[in-house]
């Protein structure tokens, strides 16, 4: 794990970005249950999800859509950034087993507030499962 380091309002750039990879494991699915207590049967119970559309066990959405809040609070902005904001899309569904690229790119930033805007993406194999846009109050560099 790298550690966190902050990126100052002043100092970003729109185009800047930053991504993480993460592999969708079993664990995680079973931490993350355990911490949100969506124990859906989609994403536990493989007799289940064999019977659905997906025809096998499928991540939370929200498991995988919190990796954004990863790259936000350690790299882009990174500590001291207030994360106020997330809307998103889920494209297609991200399997046990997948590799997630998760990826921020500063796409505004607003003076009033320190406020930027970062559009936000989890893909798997160069596909989008999640598209959105987040929002985030960076720290302004102490004078």
């Known amino acids: 794990m ?3 380091s902050t990126q100052y309002f002043e100092d970003l750039e729109i185009g800047q970005a930053y991504e993480t990879i993460h592999r ?26 064999s019977k659905t559309v997906f025809g096998t ?10 990796y954004i809040s990863g790259i ?12 106020t904001g997330l809307s998103m899309r889920f494209r297609r569904p991200v399997y046990i087993g997948d590799e ?3 990826r921020a790119e500063v796409k505004d930033k607003i003076e009033r507030g320190n406020r930027i805007v970062l559009a936000v993406s989890c893909s798997v194999n160069g596909k989008r499962a999640i598209t959105g846009e987040a929002e985030v109050v960076a720290p302004k560099r102490s004078d």
């Not at 969708?24 to 999800?49: C, R």
């Not at 066990?57 to 919190?66: D, E, K, M, P, V």
């Not at 936000?72 to 994360?83: A, E, Q, R, T, V």
């Open 24 to 49: 969708i494991t079993e664990q995680a699915i079973k931490d993350f249950a355990a911490v949100s207590g969506d124990y859906n049967p989609l994403h536990m119970d493989e007799t289940y999800a």
């Open 2 to 4: 790298t550690h966190p």
């Open 100 to 102: 997630v690229t998760v």
């Open 57 to 66: 066990r499928i991540a939370h959405g929200a498991l995988t859509a919190s």
């Open 72 to 83: 936000l609070g350690n790299h882009l902005p990174g500590p001291g950034s207030i994360f």
